[in-house]
């Protein structure tokens, strides 16, 4: 089945600086790869997605990025603020809506 | 606005005891999962369903079975818990949109404490 490694686990950045996110994927079949952020206390929620057919997408500060051949996709997160500081997952799915989670990046963003 | 409900935020349960955990959406999706999230180790798949009536082992079944005997309601049972079944438990729910791949939309969840 689909595996998902993503790293670092935690990461620190200065506000106003560059964030990056990796994960890596074994299944060459799957299409689907979301971004989800969990604030402290709060829900997992969709931050931004990708489809196997796109390279890159973009939204406001937020990107991903995918790599087919080499199965993996990146989160970037330019100009981060104090409220970017959550824990990131990425996932990816094969067969439709099962999703495989990566172990998650503890973002901290220090002002 | 999807709206995804867990009967608890926290629970403190008793080895051995059969537990329960209800989740409700309000949004008519066909698809509902359980994940248990700890540290270190992500959100892993436990039970889903696509359909009423319909259930498919996740990731990590062992120890739990589900429930679905109406569309907006996915339970997760404990039969019998055990300390290591102590974490966070979500719930998520899902369009099949035309088989389209689709946002999972997750409750608050449910920590779970077993003594």
């Known amino acids: 089945g689909e595996n998902v490694e993503q790293h670092p686990s935690t990461l620190s950045v200065q506000e106003g600086d560059s964030a990056v996110i990796k994960c890596t994927y074994s299944d060459s079949a799957s299409n689907y790869f979301p971004w989800y952020k969990q604030e402290l206390g709060k829900r997992p929620q969709l931050i931004i997605d990708i489809r196997s057919n796109v390279g890159e997408k973009k939204d406001q500060r937020i990107a991903v990025t995918l790599n087919k051949t080499a199965k993996h996709f990146s989160l970037h997160i330019t100009e981060t603020q104090p409220e970017d500081s959550a824990v990131y997952f990425c996932?990816?799915?094969?067969?439709?809506?099962?999703?495989?989670f990566g172990a998650g990046t503890i973002l901290r963003v220090k002002s | 606005d999807v709206k995804v409900t867990q009967s608890s935020r926290y629970l403190v349960k008793r080895t051995g005891e059969k537990v329960f955990l209800e989740c409700v959406q309000d949004?008519?999706?066909?698809?509902m999962f359980w994940y248990r999230q700890d540290p270190g180790l992500g959100l892993r798949l436990i039970y889903f369903s696509y359909d009423v009536k319909m259930k498919e082992k996740g990731d990590i079944p062992e120890g739990y079975s589900v429930s679905r005997e109406k569309k907006e309601r996915f339970s997760l049972i404990l039969e019998s818990a055990s300390t290591n079944q102590t974490s966070m438990y979500l719930c998520a729910s899902s369009s099949s949109g035309s088989g389209s791949l689709d946002t999972q939309y997750f409750g608050p969840g449910t920590r779970l404490t077993v003594l």
């Open positions: 996932a990816a799915s094969t067969n439709g809506n099962k999703l495989v």
């Open positions: 949004m008519d999706h066909e698809n």
